[in-house]
């Protein structure tokens, strides 16, 4: 798990530690690590030497950084140019450095450009980009050729603790951040903007607090979460999952939801619903009944994609919402939410409830659109509704109602066609009939779909089809399952 902070942590943690070495120590250890990946771009794309690098700096400490790393370039033969956002309020004592060691301001942008460093604005940022430093970055997106970009702590022009982006901001191909990720590397458009994430360590990890903003899954928790079948499992103990969704009119819905739903760690996928009678042909393991009330136990149920909105769809919610289970809650399931004429049965729930809606169904159910802060509105939707709720998106959001959240980083946009968040409800389904907690369920479902899109986009335009097909190995890369059989050895 990567720790994601918001900017008030990371100021803290920066104050306590600074409180402990002479002043400026953090600013040359930012502007060192800032040099060395610069050096190692630049060393990519020909050479270091008589390169030609341009500084955008503004007027804090986030200029201050660009000003001294440019200071150490320059100092390794490169030509340093620095266009400042506001000359009076310019790092001073970096400018003097980054003079003292040949580099210079320049008056305008220069024709020929290596490499752009973003020091315009960090952590210190407020809305959108205003005045000098809006117009820097709006010529920088205008050159032609477009040179290198390489951001100082986050790309400017982003909401630092949102990850939203409130106007023109800068596009970088590296950003090279300190401490610690926060939220604008992770979530929202913002995080497209970063390129890729480098972290510098300055020595503030040891001050940062044990609870994060957010959190980034990575294939070690997935590992380690993934239900593994052991030696005397049989497929009641690995978990049955009950999927209610789709209807004769909407026969893929349930077809799609239960190939995520039988490509996981559940050892029986039963199916409920007026698609009974197409669903076992394509799927000869289902168990399948016409309703929810004839469908037997199930330690899980999935419920919603394509049920309907009609009267027959809302007494088969109402009895996945009776039943003492963890549920997860798609679509449909969600639109019959909204009137408020469930409310009772969904607060009244004592096991777990998931919520996975896109941002339009986000927008009914909340009576407002996710907005600038992905992360707070799902954590508001979790603690109204007592639910975990994963928010679809380029980096879908995983929130509990007692505020913990996830930010899940494989999302790509080959995901954005019909189907495929019924593969992905399926697959969550499995999980927590598997037996995971509802936020471990729902960060390693979107993990896995999430790769499993990207595997299925490498060959050739995406269908939900492929999503699914492309889960089992995927999952398998990503658990180590077994594969053939392990030597009996002799004793
Ligand atoms: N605090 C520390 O200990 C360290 C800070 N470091 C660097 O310092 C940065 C933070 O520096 P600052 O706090 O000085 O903040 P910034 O460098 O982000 O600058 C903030 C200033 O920019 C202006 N500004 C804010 N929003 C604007 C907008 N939308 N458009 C135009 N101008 C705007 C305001 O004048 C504001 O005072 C970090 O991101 C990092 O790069 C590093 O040197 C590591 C250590």
């Not at 019909?418 to 936020?439: C, E, F, K, N, W």
């Amino acid at each position: 798990m990567r720790p994601v902070y918001r900017v008030a942590q990371v100021r803290a943690a920066e104050s306590a530690l600074m409180a402990t070495l002479p002043p400026g120590t953090l600013m040359q250890r930012a502007a060192a690590g800032l040099a060395r990946r610069c050096a190692v771009t630049l060393r990519d794309q020909g050479g270091v030497y008589a390169s030609r690098v341009v500084l955008l700096v503004g007027p804090g400490d986030n200029g201050g950084d660009a000003l001294y790393a440019g200071a150490k370039l320059a100092r390794q033969g490169v030509q340093v140019g620095a266009l400042l956002s506001d000359p009076k309020r310019a790092h001073a004592e970096g400018l003097a450095a980054l003079r003292a060691a040949g580099g210079r301001v320049l008056p305008d942008w220069p024709r020929r450009i290596d490499l752009v460093v973003d020091g315009l604005l960090g952590i210190g940022a407020t809305g959108a980009l205003r005045g000098t430093a809006l117009t820097l970055a709006e010529q920088l997106a205008a050159l032609d050729p477009r040179p290198t970009v390489i951001a100082v702590d986050v790309a400017s022009g982003v909401g630092v603790d949102t990850g939203d982006v409130p106007g023109t901001a800068v596009r970088a191909d590296v950003t090279v951040t300190f401490g610690c990720l926060k939220p604008a590397h992770v979530v929202g458009p913002a995080a497209v903007l970063a390129g890729q994430v480098e972290l510098v360590d300055i020595g503030i990890m040891p001050h940062l607090p044990a609870d994060p903003a957010l959190r980034v899954a990575d294939t070690a928790d997935l590992a380690a979460w993934w239900p593994q079948p052991g030696p005397i499992s049989d497929k009641y103990t690995r978990g049955v999952v009950g999927v209610a969704t789709g209807s004769a009119e909407y026969p893929g819905a349930a077809l799609l939801s239960l190939s995520g739903a039988l490509a996981g760690p559940a050892g029986l996928v039963r199916y409920a619903g007026s698609a009974h009678e197409l669903v076992v042909p394509a799927h000869p393991s289902v168990i399948a009944a016409p309703r929810v009330a004839d469908a037997g136990r199930v330690q899980a149920w999935v419920c919603g994609s394509g049920l309907g909105t009609d009267e027959r769809a809302a007494g088969e919610l109402r009895s996945v919402l009776a039943a003492p289970v963890p549920v997860l809650l798609d679509a449909d399931a969600i639109t019959l939410l909204v009137d408020g004429s469930m409310s009772g049965e969904l607060r009244r729930r004592d096991a777990p409830t998931v919520l996975t809606p896109h941002d339009r169904e986000y927008a009914r159910l909340a009576g407002e659109h996710p907005g600038a802060d992905r992360v707070a509105a799902a954590q508001k939707l979790a603690a109204w509704t007592r639910s975990v709720v994963l928010l679809k998106g380029d980096r879908t959001v995983v929130a509990g109602p007692s505020g913990e959240a996830w930010v899940n980083p494989t999302g790509t946009p080959a995901l954005a066609t019909g189907g495929t968040g019924d593969v992905l409800s399926g697959l969550l389904g499995s999980l927590l009939a598997g037996g995971l907690p509802p936020i471990r369920a729902a960060v390693a479902a979107a993990y896995a779909h999430g790769l499993a899109g990207r595997l299925a986009a490498t060959t050739g335009p995406v269908t939900a089809v492929d999503v699914a097909a492309a889960l089992r190995p995927t999952i398998a890369s990503l658990t180590h399952a077994p594969i053939g059989v392990a030597p009996v050895r002799p004793r």
